[in-house]
């Protein structure tokens, strides 16, 4: 592999595993791991928590009145060694992963200015690193030119079986179907929003991960990595 700067673009339906695959690839290379999910879903926190969301409904004006008071960081947690999320100065990285966050995110990230406010941002910061990212739309609009695409799926009630265990293992109740319907639903607004939905970029390989184990993976795309960048 060269010395260069490679930037591996990791896109796919939710709950499909694509955070967890892309801190093992970025802890096993060395390079920097960005979730940009998890930023959306920080934004996303933030409009629960100051009224900018009601009846599932997203007040756009306010919303854009207040993304200049919403300051999105990352902090390496010295035990995990992995980034956690900041809102506003504050580690949110349990709260915007809970059920009430999911389901918004998807109402939230799709609108057009909260897009054009994060896109640049995360851009920035990959500047100049060796990069791992994933989210709806790294392949297609943030890195279109990245060294190596992946696009991650996973049959739906598997998806949802994986969500609904580590819901459980963080001490939450929640409903198996529930969180069946929000993945289908999540799938269907991610495919059908005007803001950059969710495509599967025409250089991206496809990664179908319902059978796999996380170790399996790992070394997938690891083998593809060399072959395709090298």
């Known amino acids: 592999m060269s010395n260069k700067s490679i930037i591996i673009a990791i896109d796919g339906h939710s709950s499909c595993g694509k955070s967890t695959v892309a ?97 640049p941002m995360q851009r920035a910061i990959s500047a100049g690193h060796s990069v791992v990212m994933d989210g709806r739309d790294i392949g297609t609009v943030v890195f279109p030119n990245a060294d190596l695409k992946i696009f991650m799926t996973a049959d739906p009630k598997i998806r949802a079986q994986r969500r609904y265990d580590e819901l459980l293992e963080k001490g939450q109740t929640i409903n198996f179907d529930e969180i069946l319907k929000n993945v289908v639903d999540r799938d269907y607004q991610d495919e059908n929003r005007e803001e950059s939905p969710l495509r599967r970029a025409s250089d991206a390989l496809l990664l179908d991960n319902s059978l796999m184990t996380r170790e399996e993976q790992l070394q997938w795309i690891i083998t593809k990595l060399k072959y395709d960048v090298c």
């Not at 970025?26 to 969301?53: E, H, S």
């Not at 980034?83 to 915007?96: A, R």
């Open 23 to 119: 801190k093992s690839i970025a802890k096993k290379l060395g390079f920097v791991y960005i979730d940009t999910g998890a930023m959306y879903r920080a934004v996303t926190l933030y409009c629960l928590q100051n009224g900018i969301v009601a009846n599932g409904i997203v007040d756009e004006k306010l919303l854009e009145s207040k993304l200049p008071e919403i300051k999105i960081d990352f902090k390496l947690n010295p035990t995990t060694g992995l980034p956690e999320v900041m809102l506003c100065g504050k580690v949110v990285e349990s709260e915007i992963r809970g059920m009430e966050v999911s389901k918004m995110v998807s109402l939230v990230s799709k609108i057009k200015i909260v897009r054009e406010q994060l896109v």
